[in-house]
């Protein structure tokens, strides 16, 4: 089994010690899905919805998402970002939109949480500003795709299939 980093020999939670790892240029690309009825999907390709664009707003809302990480998730490092970004994919089977964010830094660590947490308050965000339409909308699928840099390397996830299917890559919606 693998030792857990944020776990002392004592069991105890701690933050990781990064001093001395060397600076790299490391990206994680994490992606999630949420599920709505068609009609909700319609709304929001028309840009119907009732609170406006919610695509600009669940995208900003995980943009700041990644840059606050370390607000929220508690042993996570603070990390100056170069990139964070979220793309949007509609599906029609299931019903619902693909969610993908991509952060990049050049640092000790890794931005494997920050592309997580920035997929997940984008889904909760499309939820919150869609809910008025659809209370029944499920947010799933939440998985990091791919990550590089650092000591442990490059990792890509196996495809998947299912409901929560990967989007196809470079849709910008």
Same mark, same amino acid.
């Given at each position: 089994? #693998?030792?857990?980093?944020?776990?002392?020999?004592?069991?105890?939670?701690?933050? /990781?010690?990064? !001093?001395? &790892?060397?600076?790299?240029?490391?990206?994680?690309?994490?992606? !999630?899905?949420?599920?709505?009825?068609?009609?909700?999907?319609?709304?929001?390709?028309?840009?119907?919805?009732?609170?406006?664009? /919610?695509?600009? $707003?669940? +995208?900003? $809302?995980?943009?700041?998402?990644?840059?606050?990480?370390?607000?929220?998730?508690?042993?996570?490092?603070?990390?100056?970002? =170069? &990139?964070? %970004?979220?793309?949007?994919?509609?599906?029609?089977?299931?019903?619902?939109?693909?969610?993908?964010?991509?952060?990049?830094? #050049?640092?000790? @660590?890794?931005?494997?949480?920050?592309?997580?947490? $920035?997929? =997940?308050?984008?889904?909760? @965000?499309?939820?919150?500003?869609? &809910?008025?339409?659809?209370? !029944?909308?499920?947010?799933?699928?939440?998985?990091?795709?791919?990550? %590089?840099?650092?000591?442990?390397?490059?990792? $890509?996830?196996?495809?998947?299939?299912? =409901?929560? #299917?990967?989007?196809? +890559?470079?849709?910008?919606?």
């Amino acid at each position: 089994m #693998t030792k857990l980093t944020h776990l002392d020999d004592k069991g105890r939670a701690r933050m /990781v010690d990064v !001093g001395e &790892k060397p600076a790299t240029q490391r990206v994680a690309v994490a992606e !999630g899905f949420i599920a709505m009825r068609p009609e909700t999907l319609a709304l929001v390709i028309a840009g119907g919805a009732s609170k406006g664009d /919610v695509l600009a $707003a669940a +995208r900003i $809302a995980g943009i700041m998402a990644a840059k606050k990480t370390s607000e929220l998730i508690p042993l996570c490092h603070p990390l100056a970002l =170069s &990139k964070a %970004s979220i793309e949007f994919a509609p599906s029609e089977t299931p019903a619902g939109l693909h969610i993908r964010a991509e952060v990049h830094v #050049t640092g000790p @660590t890794g931005v494997e949480m920050e592309a997580l947490t $920035a997929v =997940s308050v984008a889904a909760l @965000t499309l939820y919150d500003m869609l &809910k008025a339409a659809d209370r !029944g909308m499920e947010i799933g699928g939440v998985r990091l795709l791919e990550k %590089s840099g650092g000591r442990s390397g490059d990792y $890509a996830a196996p495809p998947r299939s299912g =409901s929560f #299917t990967a989007a196809p +890559r470079g849709n910008k919606g």
